[in-house]
T-cell receptor, first 112, second 111 residues
Framework: QKEVEQDPGPLSVPEGAIVSLNCTYS??????FMWYRQYSRKGPELLMY????GNKEDGRFTAQVDKSSKYISLFIRDSQPSDSATYLC????????????FGSGTRLQVQP | DAEITQSPRHKITETGRQVTLACHQT?????MFWYRQDLGHGLRLIHY???????NKGEVSDGYSVSRSNTEDLPLTLESAASSQTSVYFC??????????FGEGSWLTVV
């Protein structure tokens, strides 16, 4: 079993829709949670970063972490064609190995 | 601006050859990482380093090696390239281990 599971998609939505992207993880030692966005043939770039459970909002993006169910979500409001990319969830422990563990990524297509 | 650069960006090599992918960062970050990205697997950790002379194996380290002789560079070497190592390779660096910045990737094809 992978430590972080993510539906690969593709997920296709019309412009303006609310998008929900999700991951589950298995190791309760994970404390920090991130969402990366990756455009085609580019490196991943950090979108959102949260510590432990709760919500964090940044413009049209909201990251949500529920540690009790080991569930990570990213919501995109008023989605735009420029949001079309692969979204990767990632997590890291508080101590020990300080390298990210990634989900496999969800490809999102926002249709104009 | 500080940045992280990878070279070469694209390379085709033959099975059995030794290949080195370079990674250079100008942020003075202690933490550096190498990942490979394959369809259906996402990003998988190959090797990582927390500082000069420190290297550690990740989940897919077989057939790869790294060395850290200074803060700025973490070259990744494929000792004897195999077709299974055809992939996109990403170098990354981090100051605190949480906020990690990636390079643009190196596309490697082993024929």
């Amino acid at each position: 079993q992978k430590e972080v599971e993510q539906d690969p998609g593709p997920l296709s939505v019309p412009e303006g829709a609310i998008v929900s992207l999700n991951c589950t993880y298995s190791n309760s030692a994970f404390q920090y949670f991130m969402w990366y966005r990756q455009y085609s043939r580019k490196g991943p770039e950090l979108l959102m970063y949260t510590y432990s459970s709760g919500n964090k909002e940044d413009g049209r993006f909201t990251a949500q972490v529920d540690k009790s169910s080991k569930y990570i979500s990213l919501f995109i409001r008023d989605s735009q064609p420029s949001d079309s990319a692969t979204y990767l969830c990632a997590t890291i422990m508080d101590t020990g190995r300080r390298a990210l563990t990634f989900g496999s990524g969800t490809r999102l297509q926002v249709q104009p | 601006d500080a940045e992280i650069t990878q070279s070469p960006r694209h390379k085709i090599t033959e099975t059995g050859r030794q290949v080195t992918l370079a990674c250079h960062q100008t942020w003075n970050h202690n933490n550096m990482f190498w990942y490979r990205q394959d369809l259906g697997h996402g990003l998988r950790l190959i090797h990582y380093s927390y500082g000069v002379q420190d290297t550690n194996k990740g989940e897919v380290s077989d057939g790869y090696s790294v060395s850290r002789s200074n803060t700025e560079d973490l070259p990744l070497t494929l000792e004897s390239a195999a077709s299974s190592q055809t992939s996109v390779y990403f170098c990354a660096s981090s100051k605190d281990g949480n906020t990690i910045y990636f390079g643009e990737g190196s596309w490697l094809t082993v024929v």
